[in-house]
């Protein structure tokens, strides 16, 4: 009886997840919604506000409403707003705000779940003005982020407003959140040796960016379809594939990551960079040309997630390089759970998150600690032991979903106070 009523406590919980992402984005399909599915079978019922960009959303929306409706999730998308930068967020947080109270008037929330810093405004007067628990799921040091990431720009009076501004909100997060969400491990000691936290430190669980094992799984590659893929792409079965998966923007280094290849060539003559990405193409036959690089010694392909695990079986090695700032301390690269799950070993660089931790303690690969060709020779000719069962099992255990959502679950009952 007692555990029949303990069952119903949880099913009556119910939880406002508030997001300035979108469902609609990759991030949303990968690192937000495969969560609280595995959250709401365990009897959390969620209602999801995101802001979706126009074009996205006229293409994905029908996809995202059925999965919502299949986990019985309440979804409520709102515009994201692309004119003004820095006064569209504004409005965007008035309309977040809004509807947040608009939703609590009528389901009366325990707990609102905010995805970074944007969303953690209306968390924090959520907890303040109506008493909800509020959990900040951080995604790293945002407001470093953009300055190390070139957008904001300090010298701008601005910009350098809007930096501080966010720098004091920030320890006010941690300190009004009833617990933080850290993507990894080295942004949690970071946290936690800030002067402001001395014998008050705050409640911080890490979770990096998981992986669906069932889908990033080799077991169901079939040869059948890797070949096919193969030839359509132009690639002979004896050629050597570097691999490099996801975007190319800010924070990814495709020089070095160019120049990481062009020596790999010289050891290994029938070497090939694959990219499988959303960027155009203009992007990376640009740098590659400026480079020096045979035109034929790259591929540049897109595809839908569903078919990422068999485009990364066609990697002999991946590659990822990403800037080495402060912020990167927060960071966890999607990428590396998959490519783990999948067996290929990689080539990164120290510096950012649990990266570097991850790669040596789970044998996945070689560590590049300095971005110079000696070094990447190195890597070439000297490449660390690989053991590929050992690394899919550290996948399963950092990366795993179900490890994830359990973690998740850990800090719902610490919330809840079960």
């Known amino acids: 009886m007692d555990e029949l009523k303990q069952v119903l406590d949880i099913e009556n919980k119910d939880v406002l997840y508030l997001s300035y992402d979108g469902m609609t984005d990759p991030l949303g399909q990968s690192q937000v919604l495969p969560y609280l599915i595995g959250l709401t079978k365990k009897g959390y019922s969620f209602h999801i506000i995101s802001f979706e960009k126009q074009q996205r959303y006229l293409q994905f929306r029908d996809h995202i409403q059925a999965i919502c409706d299949e986990n019985n999730i309440a979804w409520y998308p709102l515009r994201y707003s692309e004119k003004s930068p820095i006064v569209s967020t504004v409005w965007d947080v008035m309309k977040m705000k809004k509807l947040t109270k608009q939703l609590h008037n009528k389901h009366h929330f325990d707990i609102i779940h905010c995805r970074s810093y944007i969303s953690a405004l209306v968390g924090v007067y959520m907890k303040r003005k109506h008493g909800t628990k509020f959990i900040f799921d951080m995604r790293g040091f945002w407001a470093d982020e953009r300055v190390d990431g070139g957008i904001w720009d300090l010298k701008n009076p601005v910009f350098n407003i809007v930096y501080k501004f966010f720098k004091k909100k920030e320890l006010h997060y941690f300190k009004t959140a009833d617990y933080t ?138 590659i990822f390089f990403i800037r080495p700032t402060f912020s990167k301390k927060a960071s966890s690269p999607t990428k590396q759970g998959e490519i783990m799950a999948m067996g290929i070993p990689l080539v990164c660089n120290s510096g950012v998150g649990d990266t570097d931790y991850v790669v040596q303690e789970y044998k996945a690969g070689s560590v590049v600690k300095t971005f110079d060709s000696k070094s990447y020779l190195d890597t070439v000719i000297n490449p660390c032991a690989v053991d590929i069962e050992f690394m899919k099992k550290g996948a399963k255990e950092f990366y795993g979903l179900e490890e994830g959502v359990e973690k998740y679950a850990f800090v719902y009952k610490e919330v809840y106070g079960e």
């Not at 002979?236 to 020089?255: H, R």
């Not at 070095?256 to 036959?285: C, H, Q, W």
């Open 181 to 318: 969400i850290s993507l990894t491990k080295n942004g949690k000691e970071e946290i936690e040796s800030w002067e402001a936290f001395e014998g008050n430190i705050p409640k911080i669980q890490i979770i990096p960016c998981c992986v669906d094992l069932n889908l990033f799984n080799p077991d169901k590659i079939y040869k059948e379809d890797k070949e096919r893929l193969q030839t359509q792409l132009g690639i002979k079965k004896e050629d050597y594939i570097l691999g490099y998966v996801g975007s190319i923007g800010t924070w990814y280094m495709l020089s070095e990551m160019l120049d990481y290849f062009k020596v790999l060539k010289s050891e290994i003559p029938n070497a090939r960079f694959l990219f499988v990405t959303g960027e155009k193409s203009e992007t990376i036959e640009k740098v590659v040309k400026d480079k020096g690089i045979n035109s034929d010694d790259f591929i540049v392909t897109s595809c839908l997630h569903k078919d990422v695990p068999l485009n990364i079986s066609l990697f002999t090695k991946s």
